[in-house]
């Protein structure tokens, strides 16, 4: 799958099951950052065929190179479920589960960027924002949709602003202003 849509889908764990900081660390872990091993791959695709081929979908699928670690292999199970067993639901294992699942249905069945995958991350989008509504309306009852952009735009200034360098040029800007 896309990496957007395997984004998505940890979005929606952690939303769904209201999940803290290392909760979601590990959600994003497992259920995302297990597909930077394909930049080794890329890397390595670079050194074999070059710049100009390295755009070339059908020559990187092609190629022998590795693009995938062991942690896209059932294998891997052996090592996630262990670490998995101190955080809440086991959550690390069912990102990785749904992620391995997500890439072997896309690679079995649908194909690369198939309709059926954007239709997907559609819903899955869609499924995000009603969870997060939802979360919304426990505080603010008559809350809307325009609501709940405008409070994951201060959610996420708060989460940047927290960062050392980002911090510093969003406090540099100033304040956002109101979007009413």
Known sequence: MLALTHLVFALLLISVFRLDRSNAFAVLLFGVLIDLDHTFGFVEFLAREGLS????????????????????????????????????????????????????????????????EFLFLGMLLAALACSEIRGMRKNVPSASFSDMLAWEADRTRTWFGELPVLGSVIRYLGPRESLS
């Open 53 to 116: 081929n390295s755009l070339d979908y059908k020559a990187a699928m092609a190629s022998n190179i590795q693009w995938k670690s062991m942690f896209h292999s059932p294998e891997a199970a052996l090592l996630i479920m262990p670490l998995s067993v101190n955080y809440r639901y086991g959550i690390p294992f069912v990102a990785w589960a749904a992620h391995i699942a997500m890439d072997h249905v896309q690679i079995n069945y649908l194909g690369v960027m198939s309709s059926i």
